[in-house]
């Protein structure tokens, strides 16, 4: 069974810091790799997806195969960045079932 | 604007009682899937449903049932509550190929169960 694994439960940054947000998976196919994003008291929302190689409020996410990792990253990080983050994949003989990783609570200090 | 809904915030149940969490959504989505949230575990996946009256288990289903009788319609049932499904429950929809789009999540619903 494909595994997400998101090693830092906690991440705390000063802001105008850069963040990265480190996700690993276990799959050694070709899954569709997601960030999601749950700010405080909202719902769990899309941040950015692998296949669309977005940028979206200033994060990037880059597939590295060899390493098996989707990592989230943004140069600076703003105080309304601080939410937990969690990393998902999805394999190709899933269907659409998604596998989430453990999430990164992300607290950017002022 | 509110898609996925989930019918209530907070719930407080017994142990012993039989429970049923709803989910609507009115996008036209194929799929449905109902996921715990709890600290340092993440999401994990309990049941989902390709279609009407369809249903797969996820990774963790013991002690949950679900229902998909429409479309637009997927009920969670723990058939007697334990302390141990005390959590956060989400609710989300995807199209068939949601592979592309990702998931619309629900709100959640806080149960605690006594």
């Known amino acids: 069974a494909q595994r997400v694994t998101q090693p830092e439960k906690l991440l705390s940054v000063f802001k105008g810091a850069p963040v990265e947000l480190k996700c690993n998976y276990s799959y050694s196919g070709s899954p569709e790799l997601f960030w999601y994003v749950q700010y405080s008291r909202q719902r769990l929302q899309l941040l950015l997806r692998h296949i669309s190689r977005e940028s979206i409020k200033g994060f990037t996410a880059d597939l590295n195969k060899g390493e098996t990792s989707f990592h989230l990253k943004k140069p600076f990080a703003q105080e309304e960045d601080s939410a937990m983050y969690y990393c998902?994949?999805?394999?190709?003989?899933?269907?659409?079932?998604?596998?989430f990783g453990e999430g990164t609570q992300l607290t950017v200090n002022p | 604007d509110v898609k996925v809904t989930q019918s209530s915030r907070y719930l407080v149940k017994r142990t012993g009682e039989k429970v049923f969490l709803e989910c609507v959504q009115d996008?036209?989505?194929?799929?449905m899937f109902w996921y715990r949230q709890d600290p340092g575990l993440g999401l994990r996946l309990i049941y989902f449903s390709y279609d009407v009256k369809m249903k797969e288990k996820g990774d963790i289903p013991e002690g949950y049932s679900v229902s998909r009788e429409k479309k637009e319609r997927f009920s969670l049932i723990l058939e007697s509550a334990s302390t141990n499904q005390t959590s956060m429950y989400l609710c989300?929809?995807?199209?068939?190929?949601?592979?592309?789009?990702?998931?619309?999540f629900g709100s959640g619903t806080r149960l605690t169960v006594v």
């Open positions: 998902a994949s999805q394999e190709e003989t899933s269907g659409s079932r998604l596998t």
């Open positions: 989300a929809s995807s199209r068939s190929w949601g592979r592309l789009y990702g998931y619309t």
């Open positions: 996008m036209d989505h194929e799929n």
